[in-house]
C-alpha cells in the first residue's frame, strides 16, 4: 500500500509540474518577504532569492526548535549567500508548513501553507476514431485522458447505439487491439476513465463506431489485378460472393486472364471491370 501511495503521488507531481507556479521568497536582514503564503498546491515550487546577509531556509525538526512541516513531507536545509543565492522546492505534501532562519531564529521564520489536492473526475484530451474495416483485420481504438491522480481505463461495446454499454475483458490500456468479427457492423466502442485516487470518479470518452465492410467489396489498395486478394475483403471473390465495386474505390478491377465467377455486381459510379480478351468473369448462377 505505501509503494502504491508512493506511485500515485509521483503520478499527480507530474501531472500538475505543467500548471505549477513559483513562489518566490526573498531573503534579507532579518525576515523572509512575504512572510505568509497561502493558496499553494501540490507541484509549486518556494524559490528563496538571497538578498543580502547570511542565512537559511531551513524546515527540519531535527535540525531547528520550531520548525515543522506535514507527516510525510521532505525536510529541507540550505544556506543562503552572495555565493547560493537560491534555493527551491517543490511541493508533494498539503499542510503547513513553518520554516527558519538558523542563525536568525527564531524571529525570522516564515510560513506556506499547502491545499489538499481535490479528486475530480477524468478530462479527456483525446477520443477514439471510427473505422469502416473487413472482417480478420485488426483496428486500433485510441483515447486518453488526464486527471490529477493519474486515470485507469476500460473499454466498452455497445450493440444497440449506445443504449447499453458492457465492459470488454481485459481492454485496460489506453490503445484496444479490436479484431473484427462480421456481426460487429455499426458496433460502438468507448473508454471510460477513472481516477486513480478515487475511481467512483469516471469520465467516457466519445464513441467511436465500427463499420464492418462485407466480403466481396473491392478496396484497391494493392493494385487494379481482380486476382490479388489482397484488393478485397475476404479475399478474391468465388461463385457465391456478391461483388461491390464502390464509388469511392481508388481504381477499377481489371482480369488479366483466367476465369473467375460471382454471385452478382453492384457497380459504384464511374467504375467498370476491366477484362482482357483471354480472360472471363461468370457471373449469377
Request: glycine share 8%; aromatic share 10%; with cysteine.
Amino acid at each position: 500500500m505505501r509503494k502504491l501511495f508512493s506511485v500515485i503521488a509521483a503520478m499527480v507531481i507530474f501531472l500538475l509540474r505543467s500548471y505549477a507556479t513559483v513562489f518566490i521568497v526573498e531573503v534579507k536582514n532579518y525576515e523572509f518577504t512575504p512572510m505568509n503564503i497561502l493558496n499553494v498546491h501540490i507541484g509549486d515550487t518556494i524559490r528563496w532569492s538571497w538578498v543580502n546577509g547570511n542565512h537559511t531556509t531551513t524546515c527540519d525538526p531535527n535540525e531547528q526548535e520550531g520548525t515543522s512541516l506535514p507527516a510525510g513531507a521532505a525536510t529541507w536545509s540550505a544556506s543562503l549567500s552572495s555565493n547560493n543565492k537560491t534555493f527551491e522546492y517543490t511541493v508533494t505534501t498539503a499542510g503547513v508548513y513553518t520554516y527558519m532562519c538558523i542563525p536568525h531564529a527564531p524571529d525570522m521564520y516564515g510560513t506556506f501553507t499547502v491545499a489538499a489536492v481535490t479528486p475530480m473526475p477524468p478530462v479527456i484530451t483525446s477520443h477514439p476514431s471510427s473505422f469502416a474495416a473487413c472482417a480478420g483485420t485488426i483496428v486500433p481504438f485510441n483515447a486518453s485522458a488526464t486527471s490529477c491522480c493519474g486515470t485507469t481505463v476500460q473499454w466498452q461495446v455497445s450493440m444497440n447505439n449506445g443504449g447499453m454499454w458492457a465492459d470488454i475483458p481485459g481492454a485496460t490500456n489506453n490503445t484496444y487491439q479490436h479484431t473484427v468479427l462480421p456481426p460487429e457492423n455499426n458496433y460502438l466502442y468507448r473508454a471510460v476513465f477513472s481516477n486513480t485516487a478515487n475511481p467512483s470518479l469516471k469520465t467516457a470518452t466519445n464513441p467511436g463506431s465500427l463499420t464492418v465492410i462485407a466480403n466481396g467489396t473491392w478496396l484497391g489498395v494493392s493494385d487494379n489485378l481482380w486476382s490479388n486478394p489482397a484488393n478485397w475483403c475476404g479475399g478474391v471473390p468465388t461463385a457465391s460472393t456478391p461483388v461491390v465495386i464502390p464509388a469511392s474505390s481508388p481504381n477499377s478491377p481489371t482480369i488479366v486472364s483466367g476465369i473467375y465467377s460471382c454471385a452478382s455486381v453492384m457497380l459504384g459510379a464511374g467504375k467498370t471491370i476491366n477484362i482482357n480478351p483471354q480472360a472471363r468473369l461468370n457471373v449469377g448462377p
